[in-house]
């Protein structure tokens, strides 16, 4: 292997930062969320602000000695944007209070609709007039259609236009400004030629009231669609019953008590509870009496039942599909496999994907660019348009083969109110958030976690795959086949007795072998375990050594050629007392059944698949071949920190890695490729370390977990083209782009629902993410 560079380390004490979660509300477009995280990072303490507009949530690390969480959040409500630190435990609670603020948000919007739509409705019916050739009574009076249009201003667009004018005043303007600008410089510019009638101008009372009409259908579909993005999330939390039977300890001779019902966020580790079928099974736990059958379709995707009996480990939120069983709690409140899932998950979708940059950098300055652009359109079409194109003054009617004058300014007018409204800074601040939303929220439904949206981005790019061997490739149960020595016996005892100090595949099968052949343990002391080389320990007063050639070489214990010649394919552990070796345990670990099916569907991907192990070099040769990879492919008899300096090789040769592992040896390579990916059944250092976690005990999630990646990440381009696109057309159009050619004029109704429809579809682009079908 060739010389791998140094790694260089930076060590950052973490202990005095802790990072804090907001609720925070009153977030409307892109804008608002960067006004919240400048105003997050000006205060005193902060290191970093993320802020999600699709679920409304900011975390914020800060330095615990310089920063309240209800002071900043007592800030950020002054300024208009309501906001609640989020408690530990709270989760359950948060959930209950977001549904039920997001069902008065709906309640309202609807209401606000229905006095809207009763609104355009009347108005459209007073236009009729234009149709039929005589003006209907009341309904088409210039004066009725004033009285629709400072409704329409002062009920259901009273919250636009209030909301709008308190941001641009705080000096963030949001959508509501735009949207408000508009509508209110139609509205009064209609009253001005309504009042005074010389100067010739045209009322369009019916715009402010369409404006408004279209832009509340869109908010409303936009909100109905993000609270559907979310519940995949709320969902997970509503698993976590809210209730546990506590009961005394089970014994053999009476196992039935009377149980005491409890807060489930109050069960203490060690406590005994009674689960009933079709009960939820409230913290994680081992069952100490009775046999049942359980769903973890939540946990794990699999919707088979799993047979659970004594010692069985279950999980909070799986349910008890059959027998009465009686557990004792192992991990209790936030340290539950389910809690830990949706902390995963909710700081995944905090996460940003780099390619959000582009779009955060835009909408820091998008709202006042709009408004400069509005304000050039009317100078322009005011002072220069109409003198050049004289012709753009004679509109159609509404029959369209007659036409009416229109003065300068109006038109002038119109067109800058339908720049202010078309531009749409939501479908840049909702493009990525939602797709990650939906992404990280379907991913946990199929047992994959993926960490966030840079992970996404890393995932799209990759081009290499290296696997750890033991445990990922294989069944991680290995079998003791030969016990090769002068006296077996005392080989076996030795090498159960250190071994019974460390927590290994190779520990539990050495350990299983000693079992089956009743073999007594010595008595032992100071056992040490060196990851990915073997394990010491004193064994009745004289040093024993279980592990590799260079574990047992490092303490100078000699090891003749021909104990090593016949070891043929198989892992080899060697055992040596007092520094004389004793023999070898010859091990054999198979292959899992999908791993050459993996390893051929990654390949097909266009992925290269690399094989990395701590084993010696000649067992790494027959995996590789059993998995169809060339000898160039595989790197064996790697120590655990050597793992991380052949990814960093790869990843100097221009290599894009992700490495797939389960055990506390994997840890390093997992955090220094690009991608981690992490077996949930491995070891927790595993799982922590790594970018991508597996709930189940499956290979194939491998490529599931890259497909779904590469299809959230397109997901993102795919709505961050459109949130560009969508503005870099539609406000040139807007401005009258196209009206001295073709005659083109978009109203300012018009552009107030294209606005409302890019908005919506940037989310239910987001949405089609459901309809993936796991491979």
């Not at 830990?340 to 582009?358: C, D, G, Y």
């Not at 390893?599 to 690399?610: A, C, P």
């Amino acid at each position: 292997m060739q010389d791998v560079p140094k790694i260089k380390t930076t060590i950052i004490n973490q202990s005095s930062l802790e990072t804090i979660t907001l609720d925070v509300s009153g977030m409307k477009c892109a804008g608002c969320v960067k006004a919240v995280e400048r105003q997050l990072t000006q205060q005193k303490g902060v290191i970093s602000a993320r802020v999600n507009l699709a679920t409304e949530v900011a975390t914020v690390k800060c330095k615990t000695d310089l920063l309240d969480p209800n002071t900043i959040a007592q800030k950020l409500t002054e300024n208009g944007f309501p906001t609640q630190p989020r408690l530990a435990h709270s989760e359950t609670n948060v959930v209950k209070k977001q549904t039920e603020r997001h069902r008065q948000e709906i309640e309202q919007q609807i209401w606000r609709i229905a006095i809207a739509s009763l609104l355009l409705i009347m108005s459209s019916i007073g236009h009729l007039g234009h149709f039929i050739g005589s003006e209907i009574p009341i309904l088409g009076n210039i004066w009725f259609h004033a009285v629709l249009a400072s409704i329409a201003l002062l009920v259901p667009g009273r919250e636009i236009i209030i909301d709008g004018a308190r941001s641009l005043l705080q000096n963030a303007p949001n959508m509501n400004t735009l949207v408000g600008l508009g509508a209110v410089t139609a509205y009064t510019a209609s009253i001005i030629a309504l009042l005074f009638p010389q100067l010739g101008w045209e009322c369009f009372f019916d715009e402010p009231v369409m404006i408004l009409g279209f832009i509340l259908l869109g908010k409303t579909l936009e909100q109905q669609a993000r609270y559907r993005a979310a519940s995949t999330l709320h969902s997970l939390i509503a698993l976590q019953p809210a209730t546990a039977s506590l009961v005394s300890r089970p014994n053999n001779s009476n196992n039935s008590s009377e149980s005491l019902e409890i807060p489930a966020s109050q069960v203490k580790v060690g406590e005994y509870l009674q689960v009933l079928p079709g009960e939820k099974f409230p913290v994680d736990g081992k069952i100490c009496d009775g046999k049942t059958t359980v769903d973890e379709s939540m946990l794990t995707g699999e919707s088979m039942l799993v047979v659970k009996e004594f010692g069985g480990n279950v999980a909070a939120g799986t349910i008890n599909k059959s027998g009465t069983i009686v557990m004792q709690a192992t991990r209790t409140g936030s340290e539950t496999t389910l809690a830990q899932i949706v902390k995963l998950v909710e700081t995944a979708q905090t996460r940003k994907a780099p390619i959000q940059n582009l779009a955060d950098t835009v909408a820091g300055y998008f709202t006042y660019g709009v408004m400069t652009i509005a304000t050039v359109t009317f100078l322009f079409w005011y002072f220069v348009g109409t003198n050049i194109w004289s012709h753009v003054l004679q509109i159609p009617n509404y029959e369209g083969m007659m036409t009416y004058s229109t003065s300068p300014l109006v038109l002038s007018l119109k067109l800058a109110i339908a720049v202010l409204v078309i531009a749409c800074p939501c479908t840049l601040g909702l493009a990525t958030p939602t797709a990650i939303l939906v992404g990280s929220g379907v991913g946990a439904q199929r047992g994959l976690l993926i960490k966030g949206g840079d992970v996404l981005e890393k995932v799209h790019e990759l081009d290499t795959i290296v696997f750890d061997k033991t445990g990922t490739l294989t069944t991680g149960h290995p079998t003791v086949t030969d016990i090769v020595g002068n006296n077996p016996e005392l080989l076996l005892q030795v090498a159960a007795t250190v071994e019974s100090g460390t927590s290994h595949p190779l520990a539990e099968a050495i350990l299983q072998k000693a079992q089956q052949e009743n073999v007594a343990l010595l008595s032992a002391t100071d056992f040490y375990t060196e990851p990915g080389l073997g394990v010491s320990a004193i064994v009745d007063g004289k040093l024993a050594l279980v592990g590799n050639l260079e574990w047992l070489k490092k303490y100078e214990v000699i090891v003749e050629q021909g104990n090593i010649s016949t070891l043929t394919d198989k892992t080899a552990v060697y055992v040596s007392l007092d520094r004389v070796l004793l023999g070898v345990v010859k091990v054999s670990d198979a292959l899992r059944d999908d791993a050459l099916v993996t390893v051929k569907d990654l390949q097909s991907m266009g992925l290269k698949v690399m094989l990395l192990t701590g084993d010696r070099s000649c067992v790494a040769e027959i995996v590789a071949q059993q998995l169809g990879l060339t000898a160039e492919d595989v790197l064996g008899e790697v120590p655990p920190a050597g793992k991380a300096e052949v990814i960093a090789a790869l990843q100097s040769k221009g290599q894009k890695v992700g490495m797939v592992g389960d055990g506390i040896n994997d840890a390093p390579a997992l955090a220094e490729a690009n991608v981690g990916i992490g077996m949930q059944t491995g070891t927790d250092v595993a799982v922590e370390a790594a970018d991508i976690v597996l709930m189940q005990d499956k290979l194939m999630d491998v490529i599931e977990s890259i497909k779904l990646s590469r299809a959230t990440f397109n997901k993102i381009r795919e709505n961050l083209f459109w949130a560009f696109a969508y503005n870099i057309v539609g406000i040139p159009v807007a401005a009258g782009l196209l009206l001295p050619s073709l005659g083109i004029i978009l109203s300012p109704g018009a552009a107030g629902a294209l606005m409302a429809f890019s908005s919506v579809s940037v989310v239910t682009n987001s949405l089609l993410l459901r309809r993936s079908r796991p491979t």
